[in-house]
């Protein structure tokens, strides 16, 4: 079981029976993985694309993500983005 930002997720590991397979996205015995979310989400805030981040993540990392986890990363903070850009202004007085 996975910890990420949007809660847990179950995760089928395949057996190895040597220890010769060697994780890329998820290190072994790794339960966390919130800190790639935040960087694909600081990604996609700077205005990367989809597509530009996957390339990023993959020239930084050396392994490659999808576009369906990069999409399904970034949609669980687009209501927080709708309530951000939402949100009523305080008054703004100028002071001369």
Not at 26 to 38: M, T
Request: contains cysteine.
């Amino acid at each position: 079981t996975l910890k990420t930002s949007a809660g847990e997720v179950d995760v089928k590991v395949p057996r190895d029976r040597d220890g010769s397979f060697d994780p890329q996205l998820i290190p072994k015995r790794k339960k966390d993985v919130s800190a790639i979310e935040n960087k694909v989400i600081s990604m996609y805030a700077r205005g990367m694309s989809q597509r530009d981040i996957s390339t990023t993540i993959e020239e930084i990392y050396g392994f490659s993500v999808s576009h369906e986890m990069i999409s399904d990363i970034t949609d669980h903070v687009l209501p927080e983005l709708e309530e951000w850009q939402t949100r009523p202004l305080s008054n703004c007085y100028a002071f001369v």
